[in-house]
């Protein structure tokens, strides 16, 4: 390993530990309210996530199709961040539509990964379509059911639109992991765990997020909005480290 090396896994470190140290003070900040503060602290474990990702492109020399998507994934996923926490509603559509656009990125750095290792794999099966559907409408039912929000609330309604590409992020994660790990490629399983956790937090994080933004009952509930952001960045974090193994 070359000091060139070292310096690099170092600064990864560095930047993990800055984003963990950062995270409770964000949330300390952004209590009362969206602030100039808060923004300033979840703005750091943001840039955080995206040196990670810039700093694994370093590391790895990869400069895949993969690579590159995610990146541009985790860029807009930084503006996401900025704008969900301006006051508004106009920043807030802005937010998020750099959200979904970042997990669009995510799905086309996964097809470009199923091209590179399964050029004979078909990237959409009707299993995977099948269990998009199991997912989305129990979350539906969850929402409606169990938390009692109106079908015809606009949360229930960015939910849905959102959940047409989270959840595929999600299992498309998951089915290119599973077919990685089978393939026995160098260090498959660690990439196959990264990717799949991290878009499995994604998951947690963003079913947790709809409701403490659009659901009078939980918009107080501290241990909720503690998840919701620990899950997040750590979904980000993992899905940028995975650039490391995949790709290369």
């Given at each position: 390993m070359s000091p060139q090396q070292i310096l690099l896994i170092v600064l990864t470190a560095v930047a993990i530990v800055v984003e963990i140290i950062f995270t409770p003070l964000f949330l300390k900040a952004q209590?009362?309210?969206?602030?100039?503060?808060?923004?300033?602290y979840k703005m750091i474990c943001a840039t955080m996530f995206v040196c990670v990702g810039v700093l694994a492109i370093l590391y790895s020399?990869?400069?895949?199709?993969?690579?590159?998507?995610?990146?541009?994934?985790?860029v807009f996923s930084w503006f996401g961040d900025l704008f969900l926490h301006i006051k508004g509603k106009k920043p807030f559509i802005v937010g998020f539509i750099c959200f979904?656009?970042?997990?669009?990125?995510?799905?086309?750095?996964?097809?470009?990964?199923?091209?590179?290792?399964?050029?004979?794999?078909?990237?959409?099966t009707w299993g995977e379509v099948l269990i998009f559907v199991v997912l989305e409408v129990s979350l539906l039912l969850f929402y409606t059911k169990v938390k009692k929000m109106s079908i015809r609330s606009v949360?229930?309604?960015?939910?849905?639109?959102?959940?047409?590409?989270?959840?595929p992020m999600m299992i498309k994660a998951a089915a290119f992991s599973l077919d990685?790990?089978?393939?026995?490629?160098?260090?498959?399983?660690?990439?196959?765990?990264?990717?799949?956790?991290?878009?499995?937090?994604?998951?947690?994080?963003?079913?947790?997020?709809?409701?403490?933004?659009?659901n009078p009952p939980d918009r107080k509930n501290i241990k909720l909005k503690n998840h919701n952001i620990a899950t997040y960045f750590a979904a980000?974090?993992?899905?940028?480290?995975?650039i490391h193994f995949i790709g290369v």
């Amino acid at each position: 390993m070359s000091p060139q090396q070292i310096l690099l896994i170092v600064l990864t470190a560095v930047a993990i530990v800055v984003e963990i140290i950062f995270t409770p003070l964000f949330l300390k900040a952004q209590r009362p309210g969206i602030s100039t503060k808060s923004r300033f602290y979840k703005m750091i474990c943001a840039t955080m996530f995206v040196c990670v990702g810039v700093l694994a492109i370093l590391y790895s020399g990869n400069r895949s199709d993969f690579a590159q998507f995610m990146m541009i994934g985790l860029v807009f996923s930084w503006f996401g961040d900025l704008f969900l926490h301006i006051k508004g509603k106009k920043p807030f559509i802005v937010g998020f539509i750099c959200f979904t656009t970042a997990h669009v990125f995510y799905l086309i750095a996964y097809a470009h990964a199923t091209k590179q290792y399964f050029p004979e794999r078909r990237f959409i099966t009707w299993g995977e379509v099948l269990i998009f559907v199991v997912l989305e409408v129990s979350l539906l039912l969850f929402y409606t059911k169990v938390k009692k929000m109106s079908i015809r609330s606009v949360g229930i309604k960015l939910g849905i639109v959102y959940g047409f590409v989270l959840l595929p992020m999600m299992i498309k994660a998951a089915a290119f992991s599973l077919d990685f790990i089978r393939s026995g490629a160098p260090n498959a399983f660690l990439a196959g765990f990264l990717l799949t956790f991290g878009a499995f937090c994604f998951v947690l994080s963003d079913t947790s997020l709809l409701l403490t933004m659009f659901n009078p009952p939980d918009r107080k509930n501290i241990k909720l909005k503690n998840h919701n952001i620990a899950t997040y960045f750590a979904a980000q974090t993992l899905l940028a480290l995975t650039i490391h193994f995949i790709g290369v």
